[in-house]
């Protein structure tokens, strides 16, 4: 699950973005090797050339390098004639064909961890909006990233030791059931259709099949009895899954139906007893 090994899926998504919304030509970008201070370009986006993939920019050399090392963007109106950059990488930008470029850094908890390029093939001034939907962009990666740690952190945190799962242990079980309900939450808001999957694949773990049962909970059912199960609220529950309070109350409403459960507690009871919830 390493954001590095993953991450590009969320690179790719904002390059989209970023051509969709300026107009751009030509986007390009990549994550910021574990450990190193470099990284490297590895998504792609209106180029004409390979002369840039799999480049490595070190920190402070180039426009990238530069927007790693001041954790902010950095543009430039002519490339391979700018005095405000150094030119290391002129060229494969010069192979590309690329003129007028802006760097935006993607940094997560204050730690730079990729770069957004997006360029013309003339010299030209980009512009306040167009630095600001690249800003967006970045934005939309740096979010992502957030979502994809949390994950891994209540993953890391859902593996309960044996004795928990014998149920010798009510607050170790209360902590699995936490986790299961955040996981269920987080599960629609990852980008990556495998990480998306792993994630439900873990709540499954967390909520062994017991006795055979002919009950079936759609998604979102069985994500707001996971919330209502870990003590939220109905408030809660929305601010959690991102949907409106009446919306809750009629996916909890379903659920008890299909339960035979007339409260709350005899619905959460009830997905219990049929393998559904830890």
């Given at each position: 699950m390493a954001a590095h090994a993953t991450g590009t899926v969320e690179i790719q998504a904002a390059l989209a973005r970023l051509?969709?919304?300026?107009?751009?030509p030509v986007a390009f970008g990549g994550l910021v090797d574990p450990g190193r201070r470099q990284m490297r370009i590895s998504e792609l986006s209106g180029n004409a050339t390979v002369a840039l993939r799999a480049l490595a920019v070190t920190s402070g050399s180039g426009l990238g390098g530069k927007a790693v090392a001041l954790a902010r963007p950095c543009a430039v109106t002519d490339y391979s004639a700018s005095r405000q950059i150094?030119?290391?990488y002129d060229a494969a930008v010069a192979e590309e064909g690329l003129r007028s470029v802006l760097a935006v850094p993607v940094v997560v908890r204050r730690r730079v961890r990729g770069v957004l390029y997006g360029a013309l093939r003339t010299a030209q001034p980009l512009g306040d909006r167009t630095l600001s939907e690249a800003?967006?962009?970045?934005?939309d990666v740096e979010q992502a990233l957030v979502v994809r740690e949390e994950a891994g952190d209540l993953l890391a945190a859902a593996r309960p030791e044996p004795a928990a799962r014998a149920g010798s242990s009510a607050a170790a079980w209360e902590q699995v059931r936490e986790a299961h309900a955040a996981l269920r939450a987080l599960a629609p808001r990852i980008a990556d259709p495998g990480l998306r999957a792993e994630l439900?694949?873990?709540?499954?773990?967390?909520?062994?099949?017991?006795?055979?049962?002919a009950v079936s909970l759609?998604?979102?059912e069985l994500d707001v009895l996971a919330c209502v199960a870990a003590g939220a609220t109905n408030a809660a529950t929305a601010q959690r899954l991102g949907l409106r309070p009446e919306t809750v109350k009629s996916y909890l409403r379903s659920a008890m139906r299909k339960l035979g459960a007339h409260t709350r507690g005899e619905a959460v009871a009830?997905?219990?007893r049929a393998g559904l919830l830890p």
């Open positions: 051509r969709r919304a300026t107009g751009l150094s030119h290391e800003v967006a962009a970045a934005r439900l694949a873990a709540c499954g773990l967390l909520a062994p099949a017991g006795a055979a049962s759609a998604p979102r009830a997905a219990r």
